[in-house]
Antibody, heavy 118, light 109 residues
Framework: QVHLQQWGAGLLRPSETLSLTCTVY????????WSWIRQTPGKGLEWIGE???????NDNPSFRSRLTLSVDTSQNQFSLKLSSVTAADTALYYC????????????WGQGTLVTVSS | QSALTQPRSVSGSPGQSVTISCTGT?????????VSWYQHHPGKAPKLMIF???KRPSGVPDRFSGSKSGNTASLTISGLQAEDEADYYC?????????FGGGTKLTVL
């Protein structure tokens, strides 16, 4: 059984860097893209980006200049860093497993509420 | 890349059918077969309900069905039940980019 466990700071001040990590338990770490998705108040789901076990990434151009995605295959972990956050980055952030040609976003982390406030 | 367009809300009575539309472009929905739908109850992680336009993951009732025509995908829920009340999001692969809809709130009257 696949399980994604995520963690990171939940309260940030404007201009700080948001940092989240997701550990994958069970299943294969290779053969998938590992994704970050957020839900902003009143705006629905927004895809941030993804990384695979080889470190190949795809990302949403809206975040590209502030986004760093990384992977640690030895720990079956992947991470998100989003710099220079503002109140607009206040959201519920999820990690999820993506498979193109398979079942996309079939497993999700529990979600981390990140609040940006001075 | 723009978000896919969904109605903000739909409603139906128990036993009825509802359809939620999702409109995109030739760069996403009509360009690929990779349209999926997610059910989201507050406080829980989203749940995959439909993938590859019309396929159901194991465990999803056959009351849920998906289709696509041109730039518009649709999710139909038949035999509405109280537990179907949730937010529903469409999603489309768009070539190294993934786009979600704005979400539709389904109310079961």
């Amino acid at each position: 059984q696949v399980h994604l466990q995520q963690w990171g700071a939940g309260l940030l001040r404007p201009s700080e860097t948001l940092s989240l990590t997701c550990t994958v338990y069970g299943g294969s770490f290779s053969g998938y893209f590992w994704s970050w998705i957020r839900q902003t108040p009143g705006k629905g789901l927004e895809w941030i980006g993804e990384i695979n076990h080889g470190g190949n990434t795809n990302d949403n151009p809206s975040f590209r200049s502030r986004l760093t995605l990384s992977v640690d295959t030895s720990q079956n972990q992947f991470s998100l860093k989003l710099s220079s956050v503002t109140a607009a980055d206040t959201a519920l952030y999820y990690c999820a497993r993506f498979s193109l040609g398979g079942e996309p976003f079939d497993y999700w982390g529990q979600g981390t509420l990140v609040t940006v406030s001075s | 890349q723009s978000a896919l367009t969904q109605p903000r809300s739909v409603s139906g009575s128990p036993g009825q059918s509802v359809t939620i539309s999702c409109t995109g472009t030739s760069s996403d929905i009509s360009g690929y077969k990779y349209v999926s739908w997610y059910q989201h109850h507050p406080g829980k992680a989203p749940k995959l309900m439909i993938f590859d336009v019309s396929k159901r993951p194991s465990g999803v009732p056959d009351r849920f069905s998906g289709s696509k025509s041109g730039n518009t995908a649709s999710l139909t829920i038949s035999g509405l039940q109280a537990e179907d009340e949730a937010d529903y999001y469409c999603c489309s692969y768009a070539g190294a980019y993934t786009s979600f809809g704005g979400g539709t709130k389904l109310t079961v009257l």
